[in-house]
Antibody, heavy 117, light 112 residues
């Protein structure tokens, strides 16, 4: 069974940094592209970033480009999202998702990030 | 960016009745070399992550009840719940995966 478990969320001050992790199991992690998607509580879904299987190709939404970095450790079956220069508008639940034949087939339960002083 | 527009924003349907949700993309998500529409539908219930219902516009994900169906091509798509059940109360999103940035519709709330 595919499982994705996010961790690392919490309260951070504006301008601060946070790193999210997504532990994957139940599939060959290195064979799949992985994504981060976020959702402001009560609002819609917004795609954040994507990384290919070996970690060499990354893509970002314009709203986070230059501030967020997606990476992965295939030996640890873990996806990361390093978030720097955080802003109030980055407050959201962050989901990791596995891409399967192009669609976002499997999602984690999400990690809440709150940016506030 | 491809803009996804859903309608209506919300709808109330009686148990056993049909629910229809529309989704329009600002440009075609049909990839002609393989004739596939890069369009998915998700269901999200409170406190839960989105759940994939439909991919390639009309393929039902494993385990999804057959009362859920997707149709359409190019820029216009529809999600139909043929006979609404109580457990179908949720927010439904369409999403294009034709190109990055991946984009989602604003969501449609389905109520009884």
């Amino acid at each position: 069974e595919v499982q994705l478990v996010e961790s690392g969320g919490g309260l951070v001050q504006p301008g601060g940094s946070l790193r999210l992790s997504c532990a994957a199991s139940g599939f060959i992690f290195s064979s799949y592209l992985m994504h981060w998607v976020r959702q402001v509580p009560g609002k819609g879904l917004v795609w954040v970033s994507r990384i290919n299987g070996d970690g060499t190709i990354t893509t970002y939404a314009d709203s986070v480009k230059g501030r967020f970095t997606v990476s992965r450790d295939n030996a640890k079956n873990t996806l990361y999202l390093q978030m720097n220069s955080l802003r109030a508008e980055d407050t959201a639940v962050y989901y990791c998702a596995r891409e399967f034949y192009n669609d976002l087939r499997n999602w984690g339960q999400g990690a809440l990030v709150t940016v506030s002083s | 960016d491809i803009v996804m527009t859903q309608s209506p924003d919300s709808l109330a349907v009686s148990l056993g009745e049909r629910a229809t949700i529309n989704c329009k993309s600002s440009q075609s998500v049909l990839y002609k070399p393989n004739s596939k529409n890069y369009l998915a539908w998700f269901q999200q219930k409170p406190g839960q992550p989105p759940k994939l219902l439909i991919y390639w516009a009309s393929n039902r994900e494993s385990g999804v009840p057959d009362r859920f169906s997707g149709s359409g091509s190019g820029t216009d798509f529809t999600l139909t719940i043929s006979s609404l059940q109580a457990e179908d109360v949720a927010i439904y999103y369409c999403q294009q995966y034709y190109t990055t940035p991946l984009t989602f519709g604003g969501g449609t709330t389905v109520e009884i």
